[in-house]
């Protein structure tokens, strides 16, 4: 076992604090990374603070991983050391499913992710990018091209991915009509591929001073989301909606808008349920509501290699990981844009906190 340093939640309550622990030792097909950025996603808050049921204790959070390959198991191919390389939201999974040979690692049922899950190598359970170094098997290791800054490609690993997924599975193409909800760590993401993809792209957002932004993220048209009569002018016009928000809200806003045929997909995950959507819109106009999870790896590298031909990254700012606890207050409060991205050089060997 290998000596590492991080950060952790010892209890849904307290502060992360400084965490020493270990990491396996290399396996043949394992790939070492010191990590150099982690990107901090809003789910890090839910699952720190056992908001989905789920936590085991002590948790490292993290799965927007960028770092530098630091040694190689024996039986490993496509990578180098010092290669700059990527980690997403999973690290493992049965490989033999249905899913699995569909490259949606992520629906398997004995999918292995980064953080907060049961660990097969250790019986324990995985931790994540709030350290110094991870051990990752090489299938589920990511190439990061050297056109993409590296701390601002960190957050593609669960961001991108997540909007990515469902704009490519519903095939949204030049010309298509395609509404963001929200604008956030996701929703500055959509924007920005919705454009790169050649959409007519629509940002629904609930404050008015995010639309100069919405616009330079990508938006051609900015909709107050509380408007009834802005909301109305959009009735039934639209192919694809993208909706980010990680709380409950009214979806028949959103379903209305719909052409027939059109879709309405969530990729927010709030801690509450949704209102039920009124049935008849939906059945009027066989318009469809729908759900996505990240992507599987072949897809994360697809999206990857997207961002550097059309010089996509995400809007960071950059953190020392000793401002790990003031950034969840901030983006509980909605601010920061559009991610949080921890320095993790920042992280010495005294763990002063």
């Known amino acids: 076992m290998q000596k590492t340093l991080g950060y952790a939640a010892f209890d849904k309550q307290s502060p992360l604090a400084p965490f020493s622990f270990a990491r ?15 990107g901090v996603c809003h789910s890090d808050i839910h699952q720190v603070r056992n908001e989905w049921a789920n936590a085991t ?3 490292v959070p993290g799965h927007e991983i960028i770092g530098t390959v630091t040694a190689l198991g024996s039986e490993v ?3 180098s050391v010092g290669e700059t390389v990527g980690v997403g939201c999973l690290v493992d999974s049965c490989r033999v499913c249905p899913d699995c040979h569909d490259h949606l690692e992520q629906f398997c049922h004995n999918a ?5 899950s049961p660990d097969p190598h250790s019986g324990g359970s995985t931790y994540g990018g709030y350290s110094k170094q991870i051990v990752v098997d090489q299938a589920f290791v990511l190439r990061i091209s050297d056109k993409l800054d590296p701390a601002s490609a960190a957050p593609l690993l669960c961001a991108g991915i997540t909007t990515y997924s469902p704009l490519k599975q519903w095939q949204v193409k030049a010309g298509d009509k395609v509404g963001i909800v929200g604008l956030g760590g996701l929703g500055h993401m959509g924007l920005k591929f919705a454009r790169a993809m050649g959409a007519y792209v629509v940002l629904f957002t609930t404050s008015a001073h995010k639309a100069e932004d919405g616009k330079r993220l990508g938006a051609d048209e900015v909709v107050l989301s509380k408007e009834t009569a802005a909301m109305g002018r959009h009735t039934a016009s639209f192919d694809f909606i993208l909706d980010t928000v990680a709380a409950a809200h009214d979806l028949d806003a959103y379903t209305q808008l719909l052409k027939r ?3 309405l997909c969530l990729v927010g995950l709030p801690d509450q349920p949704h209102p039920s959507p009124a049935v008849g819109p939906l059945i009027f106009k066989r318009r469809r509501i729908v759900g996505s999870l990240i992507g599987g790896i072949q897809e994360t590298q697809e999206m990857l290699d997207f961002c550097a031909e059309h010089d996509i990254s995400a809007d960071i700012e950059m953190i020392p990981i000793q401002d790990i606890n003031r950034a969840y207050g901030r983006m509980l409060n ?17 763990l002063s906190g």
Do not use: H, W
């Open 24 to 38: 396996r030792e290399i396996c043949p097909s394992d790939v070492q990374i010191e990590i150099l950025y982690c």
């Open 57 to 59: 204790y002590p948790m």
């Open 77 to 79: 191919s496509g990578f």
């Open 112 to 116: 292995t992710f980064t953080y907060n």
């Open 261 to 263: 045929d059109g879709t």
């Open 334 to 350: 909605n601010d920061v844009k559009y991610r949080f991205v921890i320095d993790l050089a920042s992280l010495k060997t005294d």
